[in-house]
């Protein structure tokens, strides 16, 4: 049952049977329905998320009740607002599940004891880290500099099997334009 959040650790590191069973005491396991918030707006958030299966969208609603999102995440990527997480603090957005949702969540407690205890995951957070660090910086590259349809082409070419998994309306609110636009654009 756990061979999902193993393959997933030894991507970047290696672990004994007994490194990963220990690991393992600092997880939890969650199942969502479509449609459930594991957080909202002013939420204290205290876990990180690893998506075993499903799909979660992270997004904010700004004054105009607009929704923006800040990404999606389906299996084997790790969701939160960390800033949030690592600050034990109020978050600004919604963590929704878009399907049925298993998780492997843990604190920032077990998340620090983990890495005490066990070297080796902080080479582990390092690399997650760096490659979420990478994205964002890409993605709000994008944002700054393309246009919608080279946005949308971008998006279909990394995660094409989002396509079939998210509808129009929210494939638009990702890419920061109006659904009528993204229609025009691919009608």
Request: charged share 25%; hydrophobic share 35%.
């Amino acid at each position: 049952m756990h061979k999902t959040l193993r393959n997933h650790f030894e991507e970047v590191i290696d672990l004994t049977d007994q490194e990963f069973a220990f690991a393992l005491t600092k997880f939890e396991i969650k199942d969502f329905g479509k449609g459930d918030f594991i957080f909202q707006r002013d939420d204290i958030v205290e876990h990180a998320y690893f998506i075993s299966s499903g799909l979660l969208k992270l997004s904010y609603f700004d004054d105009n009740a607009k929704e923006h999102i800040v990404s999606f995440a389906m299996e084997n990527w790790w969701e939160s607002d960390f800033n949030a997480f690592f600050t034990q603090s109020e978050t600004t957005y919604y963590l929704k599940c878009l399907e049925a949702t298993s998780v492997y969540y843990i604190s920032l407690e077990g998340y620090r004891e983990l890495s005490e205890e066990l070297p080796k995951m902080k080479t582990f957070w390092l690399q997650k880290s760096n490659t979420g660090f990478v994205g964002s910086q890409r993605r709000i590259l994008s944002l700054l500099t393309t246009s919608p349809k080279e946005r949308y082409e971008q998006f279909l070419k990394e995660y094409p099997s989002l396509t079939q998994r998210v509808s129009k309306t929210q494939i638009a609110a990702y890419l920061g334009v109006s659904r009528e636009t993204l229609s025009r654009l691919y009608s």
